[in-house]
């Protein structure tokens, strides 16, 4: 039988709102605007995985899903040096998807190009691509920053956007089976209207709302709303989560990833 861990944040504050962290067999969900820390949270938990569970680890390997081009090896390496682990070791932990199969360099090739269904069936490839990893018992985190880049290319008309919206609600059901069948914590970024880039059609009204519409907040069991705080402060509110009351947290973004 699978045990639940929860994987640390790395900020303490952050950590408690979240009764401790974010859960294996379920998928999270963090939106802001840009700059406001969700890539450094995603590279924080991506070292943070695969510490002991002492130290708020799973003692798991991670796979990478980035969709925008910003993850980066050396800020892996610094964030182990932090928790004291072998940075070389905490890269190779990590399985980087668009950097490992040629179709996936190909398809961000693609992405600017292509019809945009093209390049979400490819985040779909990806995604299956991981299963023999996750079939291993070995992952306890899938990270995929931003799940919804792929989906904001330019399209016409009001069908494309059910089809996408359907593509996406696919994709999100297979990463909910995939956190349950086999113990991870799923961890997607997105955006809000206010990130350069955002499809307007994708985002709220109010400019504070998640991409991705309804499907995306019903495939999220826990949704934090991270945005700027005073100075080098950021805030973290819990916006829906299955036994945590909406609180805030607040964290900074440090050379060894999020802290308090
Ligand atoms: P988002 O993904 O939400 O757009 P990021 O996670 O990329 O935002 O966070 C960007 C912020 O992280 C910037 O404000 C930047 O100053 C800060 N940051 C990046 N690297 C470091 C570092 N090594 N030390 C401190 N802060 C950093
Ligand atoms: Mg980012």
């Known amino acids: 039988r699978k045990r639940c861990i929860r994987i640390s944040t790395g900020s303490k504050q952050l950590d408690a709102a979240l009764n401790g962290g974010f859960q294996t067999m379920s998928v999270n969900e963090v939106y802001g605007e ?3 820390g969700k890539t450094q949270l995603a590279h924080t938990l991506a070292v943070i995985a695969q510490l002991p569970k002492e130290m708020g680890g799973a003692e798991g390997k991670v796979a990478y899903i980035d969709t925008e081009g910003t993850f980066r090896p050396e800020r892996i390496m610094e964030i182990a ?19 490992q199969n040629t179709e996936a360099s190909l398809a961000i090739a693609h992405i600017h190009t292509a019809h945009p269904l093209t390049a979400i069936q490819m985040q779909m490839e990806l995604l299956e691509g991981l299963a023999p990893n996750f079939a291993t018992n070995e992952y306890r985190l899938l990270v995929i920053d931003s799940i919804m880049a792929l989906y904001r290319t330019d399209y016409t008309g009001r069908g494309e956007l059910s089809e996408r919206q359907q593509a996406l609600g696919l994709f999100l059901r297979r990463c909910a089976m995939m956190a349950e069948e086999f113990n991870l914590v799923v961890f997607m970024t997105n955006q809000v209207m206010s ?5 307007a059609m994708f985002a709220g009204v109010d400019g504070r709302k998640p991409a991705g519409g309804h499907i995306l907040a019903h495939a999220s069991t826990t949704r934090l709303l991270l945005r700027k705080g005073r100075g080098e402060e950021r805030v973290a509110k819990i916006m829906d989560s299955p036994d945590c009351p909406e609180r805030e947290a607040t964290y900074i973004i440090t050379t060894g990833g999020i802290n308090d």
Not at 81 to 99: H, K, L, M
Not at 195 to 199: F, I, Q, V
């Open 34 to 36: 840009f700059r406001c």
């Open 195 to 199: 990130d350069p880039g955002a499809s």
């Open 81 to 99: 040096e932090r928790f004291g682990v072998d940075p070389e070791q905490a890269c190779e932990n990590i399985s980087y998807a668009r950097a």
